[in-house]
């Protein structure tokens, strides 16, 4: 340990922790115990989520990894969800012009590189699910520099947040109390709403009903495939047929749906009855796709990304549900650079530089899509106007390069003319504007060719 004499981030007396918290097992990780792999019931899903509510979330937190490794759609959204924010580029800014400030930004920004911030970030995204994440920090004293060697995952389930929503952590598995964590030790990401519960923030718990009745829908329906998926065999056996002539006629009908072959004698009857078209497992189908589209809507706030309706989906309506998307991706992308600023960029530069200089701007870049055609529309219709557009214009709203002085341009074939035997045709019918009921065509403009 490194005494300082500096704060924290929280303005608690700090001091430097380079050892690694946590006593990990023979395979170099924590020992998981899986107490909710077996024996999913409605009243248990229930209890786990009310216990979560009274302040244990830990088996809530061991239910939502058994729903990422159990399901096809969910595991596919969340990581839709936290990939878009991780693969953001990032960009670290000087607080002011003064020259310490700017040398803050030249040390820290190629160490913040070696690290592969996106693979913290995202880790530090699961916590929408989950309501609350952490990374612990290896500081390791060079010389007279800081490094940060590496940010290692901490289990979520090891993690526990009290009553006022500050986190805590268990040590070990075997740990019966949390202990509050060590000041600049640990990134905590939080990411629910202002003085909401991280207990019951995440999106993973309204999530956990849909994928339990769809669980039990997909289950219900192989069972039901199983059983009605071949045609119904009926064996008839004429009057005075042995017990054992029975037997042996029952295990050949039953050995004809596996090996579609048997062999009985001429005397038994066999017949075969297909299922009524009405019972071909619709509404197992139809419960599956509606609980998919609830998690979709949950993690992703739409649909249409993930699937295809049975009427297919309009340009429009897939505008609308981007714009949702990009929504989303901008508040997760605030929330993740803030608690990135807050819990690595801080204490870092406070431990190296001390409290003379001012903290950088930690940002994660969103891009937000451009309307090309809408903007291409807006600057035809203001030249149709005759408002005057400069040329620099024009390029940067199209997002289109301006062409160096030896680059050959595209030549756009002229329009040809009409022969001179022939006048121009001549509109056929016109409207009359609303102020020009007389006809004599006083406003140019309310006239419609």
């Not at 937190?61 to 991780?86: H, I, Y």
């Amino acid at each position: 340990m490194a005494e300082t004499r500096i704060l924290d981030q929280y303005g608690n007396p700090a001091r430097l922790n380079t050892d690694r918290i946590g006593q990990p097992d023979q395979w170099g990780e924590f020992r998981v115990p899986r107490r909710t792999r077996e024996n999913l019931t409605p009243p248990n899903v229930s209890a786990i989520l009310r216990r979560a509510q009274r302040g244990d979330p830990r088996s809530q937190a061991e239910l939502f990894e058994q729903m990422l490794d159990s399901d096809g759609r969910l595991p596919g959204n969340f990581g839709t969800r936290t990939k878009a924010v991780a693969k953001l580029d990032w960009e670290l800014t000087a607080a002011s012009d003064d020259e310490a400030d700017q040398k803050v930004v030249e040390w820290l920004r190629p160490r913040l590189q070696a690290l592969r911030l996106h693979n913290v970030l995202q880790r530090l995204a699961r916590a929408v699910g989950y309501g609350y994440g952490a990374e612990q920090i290896m500081w390791e004293l060079r010389g007279s520099d800081l490094e940060v060697i590496e940010i290692k995952h901490w289990p979520t389930r090891y993690l526990m947040p009290d009553a006022e929503g500050t986190i805590n952590h268990y040590t070990t598995a075997d740990s019966l109390m949390p202990t509050p964590m060590p000041a600049a030790k640990f990134i905590v990401h939080t990411p629910g709403e202002l003085n909401s519960d991280p207990s019951t923030a995440g999106l993973l718990r309204p999530a956990a009903w849909f994928w339990f009745f769809k669980r039990f829908a997909l289950k219900a329906w192989l069972m039901f495939t199983e059983r009605y998926g071949q045609p119904f065999r009926v064996g008839k056996y004429p009057p005075g047929m042995s017990t054992q002539e029975k037997d042996d006629a029952f295990m050949a009908l039953v050995r004809m749906g596996a090996e579609a072959v048997a062999m009985m004698p001429d005397s038994v009857e066999v017949e075969f009855h297909q299922v009524a078209a009405a019972m071909h497992g619709e509404a197992y189908s139809v419960l599956a796709d509606r609980c998919d589209a609830e998690i979709s809507i949950l993690l992703l706030g739409q649909t249409l990304s993930t699937s295809v309706g049975k009427n297919g989906g309009a340009l429009a309506t897939a505008k609308v549900h981007e714009e949702v998307r990009q929504d989303i991706v901008d508040w997760d992308a605030k929330q993740l650079a803030e608690t990135i600023e807050r819990d690595l960029i801080t204490p870092w530069v406070r431990f190296q530089f001390g409290g003379a200089v001012q903290i950088p701007q930690f940002e994660l870049e969103v891009d937000n899509p451009v309307d090309l055609e809408k903007r291409s529309k807006v600057l035809d219709t203001a030249a149709r106007f005759g408002l005057p557009i400069a040329t620099r214009t024009i390029y940067e709203e199209l997002q289109i390069p301006a062409p160096a002085d030896d680059d050959e341009l595209l030549e756009v074939p002229a329009a040809s003319s009409a022969p001179p035997d022939r006048a121009p045709p001549q509109p056929e019918n016109r409207r009359l504007g609303k102020h020009d009921r007389s006809g004599t065509g006083t406003r140019p403009d309310d006239w419609l060719i």
